[in-house]
Protein backbone atom coordinates (compact mmCIF):
# COMPACT_ATOMS: atom_id res chain seq x y z
CA UNK A 1 0.00 0.00 0.00
CA UNK A 2 1.50 3.51 -0.88
CA UNK A 3 1.13 6.06 1.21
CA UNK A 4 2.48 9.88 0.64
CA UNK A 5 2.56 12.22 3.85
CA UNK A 6 3.10 15.71 3.58
CA UNK A 7 5.07 18.48 6.16
CA UNK A 8 6.01 21.17 6.60
CA UNK A 9 3.25 23.73 5.79
CA UNK A 10 2.49 26.74 7.74
CA UNK A 11 1.86 30.69 7.99
CA UNK A 12 5.09 32.86 6.50
CA UNK A 13 5.20 36.13 5.31
CA UNK A 14 6.14 37.47 2.07
CA UNK A 15 9.45 36.97 0.79
CA UNK A 16 10.09 34.05 3.58
CA UNK A 17 11.25 30.78 2.33
CA UNK A 18 10.15 27.28 2.91
CA UNK A 19 10.49 23.95 2.13
CA UNK A 20 7.93 21.40 2.36
CA UNK A 21 8.58 17.06 2.61
CA UNK A 22 6.72 13.86 1.07
CA UNK A 23 7.61 10.30 2.89
CA UNK A 24 6.59 8.09 0.22
CA UNK A 25 5.89 4.89 1.89
CA UNK A 26 4.89 1.36 0.61
CA UNK A 27 6.91 1.44 -3.27
CA UNK A 28 8.15 -1.32 -5.01
CA UNK A 29 10.04 -1.35 -8.33
CA UNK A 30 11.84 2.03 -9.66
CA UNK A 31 9.55 3.03 -12.73
CA UNK A 32 7.51 5.75 -11.23
CA UNK A 33 7.43 9.54 -10.78
CA UNK A 34 6.57 12.36 -8.11
CA UNK A 35 5.46 15.42 -8.22
CA UNK A 36 3.78 18.28 -6.46
CA UNK A 37 0.69 20.28 -7.14
CA UNK A 38 -0.91 23.05 -5.34
CA UNK A 39 -4.63 24.27 -5.15
CA UNK A 40 -5.91 27.56 -4.19
CA UNK A 41 -9.52 28.00 -2.90
CA UNK A 42 -11.63 28.22 -5.62
CA UNK A 43 -9.13 27.13 -8.02
CA UNK A 44 -8.00 23.91 -10.40
CA UNK A 45 -5.07 21.78 -9.15
CA UNK A 46 -2.03 23.33 -10.45
CA UNK A 47 1.60 21.52 -11.39
CA UNK A 48 4.19 22.74 -9.93
CA UNK A 49 7.08 20.66 -10.50
CA UNK A 50 8.10 16.57 -10.99
CA UNK A 51 11.03 14.30 -10.85
CA UNK A 52 11.35 10.90 -12.17
CA UNK A 53 12.52 8.31 -9.35
CA UNK A 54 15.32 6.73 -11.57
CA UNK A 55 17.06 10.06 -11.80
CA UNK A 56 17.04 12.52 -15.25
CA UNK A 57 16.75 15.54 -13.12
CA UNK A 58 13.36 17.71 -12.38
CA UNK A 59 10.72 19.67 -14.00
CA UNK A 60 9.21 22.91 -13.01
CA UNK A 61 6.21 25.18 -14.51
CA UNK A 62 6.85 27.72 -15.56
CA UNK A 63 5.58 30.17 -12.95
CA UNK A 64 7.56 28.69 -10.62
CA UNK A 65 10.86 28.27 -12.31
CA UNK A 66 13.62 29.91 -10.25
CA UNK A 67 11.77 29.17 -6.90
CA UNK A 68 10.94 25.92 -6.42
CA UNK A 69 13.27 23.02 -6.38
CA UNK A 70 12.99 19.54 -6.07
CA UNK A 71 15.48 16.31 -4.91
CA UNK A 72 14.28 12.94 -5.62
CA UNK A 73 16.30 11.58 -2.84
CA UNK A 74 14.38 13.62 -0.42
CA UNK A 75 11.26 14.92 -2.37
CA UNK A 76 10.85 17.64 -0.80
CA UNK A 77 9.60 21.45 -2.21
CA UNK A 78 12.02 24.17 -1.63
CA UNK A 79 10.22 27.52 -2.08
CA UNK A 80 11.88 30.73 -1.91
CA UNK A 81 11.00 34.31 -1.83
CA UNK A 82 7.14 33.41 -1.20
CA UNK A 83 4.27 35.36 -2.41
CA UNK A 84 0.59 36.01 -1.28
CA UNK A 85 -0.29 34.20 -4.53
CA UNK A 86 1.50 31.17 -3.56
CA UNK A 87 -1.08 30.54 -0.53
CA UNK A 88 -2.56 27.25 -1.35
CA UNK A 89 -2.88 23.55 -0.08
CA UNK A 90 0.23 21.73 -1.68
CA UNK A 91 -0.10 17.95 -2.25
CA UNK A 92 2.54 15.74 -3.69
CA UNK A 93 1.77 12.65 -6.01
CA UNK A 94 3.07 9.43 -7.73
CA UNK A 95 2.56 8.03 -10.98
CA UNK A 96 3.61 4.43 -11.95
CA UNK A 97 5.52 5.27 -14.86
CA UNK A 98 6.31 9.24 -16.19
CA UNK A 99 5.69 12.47 -14.73
CA UNK A 100 2.78 14.31 -16.10
CA UNK A 101 1.51 17.48 -15.67
CA UNK A 102 -1.87 16.09 -15.70
CA UNK A 103 -3.09 15.85 -12.11
CA UNK A 104 -5.57 13.26 -12.81
CA UNK A 105 -3.25 10.91 -14.17
CA UNK A 106 -1.56 10.65 -10.75
CA UNK A 107 -2.58 7.43 -9.26
CA UNK A 108 -1.44 8.18 -5.27
CA UNK A 109 -1.65 11.33 -3.44
CA UNK A 110 -0.97 12.67 0.01
CA UNK A 111 -3.02 14.92 2.31
CA UNK A 112 -1.90 18.03 1.31
CA UNK A 113 -0.15 20.76 4.01
CA UNK A 114 -1.79 24.17 4.24
CA UNK A 115 0.74 26.82 2.75
CA UNK A 116 -0.46 30.84 3.57
CA UNK A 117 1.70 33.52 2.50
CA UNK A 118 0.45 36.90 4.59
CA UNK A 119 1.64 40.22 3.00
Known amino acids: QVQLVESGGGLVQVGDSLRLSCLASGLTGSTYAMAWFRQAPGKEREFDGATSWSGGGAVYADSVKGRLTIARDTIYLQMNNLKPEDTAVYYC????????????????WGQGTQVTVSS
Open 93 to 108: ALVRGVWSRAWDLYDF
